[in-house]
């Protein structure tokens, strides 16, 4: 009764030889009652992107010893500590500049040294992202050929702009994850900048934003530049410096355009990566 088989006694009445009225138990089975479960209130599973920071902190100590646990298994696999590489794809190739020596760190002194340590992989990021594209590579063999310690997936709009359900990108990401994770490469998630409070967007970039928070992994919010200000954002892309030679600029001028901002978002996340994992003591 309520939910369980136990047997149940019902009372049946009899008469006697005389007539007379006779209360006899009798054992009888009862079928169990469905309680149904509490209902649970409705949730939202959207996250709110604009309220996730730029880029994950690795004092977050369930992400660094994740992330520690990875790097850890790819020096035994030989990468290259140095060297990072971006595949999915080619928003990233903006970073390129911060391979050169026009940059300004005026605003950002500390995260010079940072660009100096990775500098082999800013100049080939996308000469990178074409070879594996030419050549028909799956991601996971791109990333492994390359060899580099940490890759940045961007995959979101290639998904979205084709067409493909969020279920499907969620599938073969996790995918990817794990194989990156079994290689010893850092894998760092990469949000979709915009539009800004697109519907499509926020469910591309929930998925993403879970996945990382499932696999504990880095994420770098691009979104976040544009939700804080609008005017960082072309559409779905980050704007664009008009003149180049303000590209790669970390002045207060150079950081009205979104790729500028970027690219200080990508250094940030590097910069946690090296300090806290690659090099905690250096």
Same mark, same amino acid.
């Given at each position: 009764?309520?939910?369980?088989?136990?047997?149940?006694?019902?009372?049946?009445?009899?008469?006697d030889k005389n007539g007379a009225p006779l209360q006899i138990a009798q054992q009888v089975q009862v079928a169990p009652t469905d309680v149904p479960p509490p209902t649970a209130p409705p949730q939202n599973d959207t996250i709110d992107l604009a309220g996730v920071p730029l880029f994950t902190?690795?004092?977050?100590?369930?992400?660094?010893?994740?992330?520690?646990?990875?790097?850890?298994?790819?020096?035994?696999?030989?990468?290259?500590?140095?060297?990072?590489?971006?595949?999915?794809?080619?928003?990233?190739?903006?970073?390129?500049?911060?391979?050169?020596?026009?940059?300004n760190f005026e605003t950002v002194p500390d995260l010079q040294p940072i660009a100096q340590y990775f500098a082999a992989g800013f100049p080939i990021i996308g000469q990178r992202i074409d070879k594996c594209n030419n050549d028909s590579l799956q991601l996971y063999d791109c990333a492994a050929?390359?060899?580099?310690?940490?890759? @940045?997936? &961007?995959? #979101?709009? !290639?998904?979205?702009? $084709?067409?493909?359900?969020?279920?499907?990108?969620?599938?073969? %990401?996790?995918?990817?994850?794990?194989?990156?994770?079994?290689?010893?490469?850092?894998?760092?998630?990469?949000?979709?900048?915009?539009? @800004?409070? &697109?519907? #499509?967007? !926020?469910?591309?970039? $929930?998925?993403?934003?879970?996945?990382?928070?499932?696999?504990? %992994?880095?994420?770098?919010?691009?979104?976040?530049?544009?939700?804080?200000?609008?005017?960082?954002?072309?559409?779905?892309?980050?704007?664009?410096?008009?003149?180049?030679?303000?590209?790669?600029?970390?002045?207060?001028?150079?950081?009205?355009?979104?790729?500028?901002?970027?690219?200080?978002?990508?250094?940030?996340?590097?910069?946690?990566?090296?300090?806290?994992?690659?090099?905690?003591?250096?």
């Open positions: 009764i309520n939910g369980c088989d136990y047997p149940a006694y019902q009372a049946t009445t009899n008469t902190n690795l004092d977050n100590q369930g992400v660094r010893a994740k992330v520690t646990d990875i790097f850890n298994r790819g020096k035994q696999n030989g990468l290259v500590k140095e060297d990072f590489s971006v595949i999915g794809e080619k928003t990233l190739t903006f970073a390129q500049v911060l391979g050169g020596q026009a940059v050929g390359l060899n580099a310690a940490v890759t @940045f997936i &961007d995959l #979101g709009n !290639a998904y979205r702009l $084709t067409g493909q359900p969020p279920e499907q990108m969620r599938a073969d %990401l996790d995918n990817l994850l794990n194989q990156l994770e079994q290689r010893g490469i850092i894998p760092v998630l990469v949000t979709i900048p915009g539009p @800004f409070n &697109d519907p #499509g967007v !926020a469910q591309f970039n $929930t998925v993403i934003a879970r996945l990382a928070q499932d696999h504990q %992994l880095p994420l770098l919010n691009l979104y976040k530049i544009g939700a804080d200000n609008p005017a960082l954002l072309n559409g779905d892309r980050l704007s664009t410096p008009p003149d180049p030679i303000n590209a790669g600029d970390f002045s207060a001028n150079g950081l009205q355009f979104g790729e500028n901002n970027a690219n200080v978002a990508i250094l940030r996340m590097l910069k946690e990566i090296k300090e806290k994992v690659i090099d905690p003591n250096p």
